[in-house]
């Protein structure tokens, strides 16, 4: 018993995290603060140059688009070849009947 609210309470605790830090991460993309210089609008005080910006925003762009798409793609792809088999062993056990 002490297990499984062990347990509960890990994951509880670990969506929680995933939920202030990924909260935390994307807010950081929405500070920005711009500025017109020469008539061009530049964003200032959120990065110290164009290449940690560029970083964050191709970061950003990984952690929230590629990787959770890779990861269901992956697990769907694996459910469909698990259901195929099922499937496929069960049309053939009707066929023998």
Same mark, same amino acid.
């Given at each position: 018993?002490? &297990?499984? #609210?062990?347990?509960?309470? #890990?994951?509880?605790?670990?969506?929680?995290?995933?939920?202030?830090?990924? @909260?935390?991460?994307?807010?950081?993309?929405?500070?920005?603060?711009?500025?017109? %210089?020469? *008539?061009?609008?530049? $964003?200032? *005080?959120?990065?110290?140059?164009?290449?940690?910006?560029?970083?964050?925003?191709? @970061? #950003?762009?990984?952690?929230?688009? &590629? &990787? $959770?798409?890779? %990861?269901? %793609?992956?697990?769907? !792809?694996?459910?469909?070849?698990?259901?195929?088999?099922?499937?496929?062993? !069960? !049309? @053939? *056990?009707? !066929? #023998? &009947?």
């Amino acid at each position: 018993m002490q &297990l499984k #609210l062990n347990n509960k309470r #890990l994951e509880r605790s670990a969506i929680a995290f995933i939920w202030m830090a990924s @909260l935390a991460f994307e807010t950081t993309m929405c500070v920005h603060a711009t500025d017109i %210089v020469d *008539g061009t609008c530049i $964003p200032w *005080g959120a990065y110290s140059s164009f290449a940690v910006e560029k970083t964050i925003t191709s @970061l #950003l762009f990984f952690l929230a688009y &590629l &990787l $959770p798409l890779t %990861v269901m %793609v992956y697990c769907y !792809s694996r459910v469909v070849i698990k259901l195929r088999t099922k499937v496929t062993v !069960s !049309s @053939l *056990g009707s !066929s #023998l &009947l």
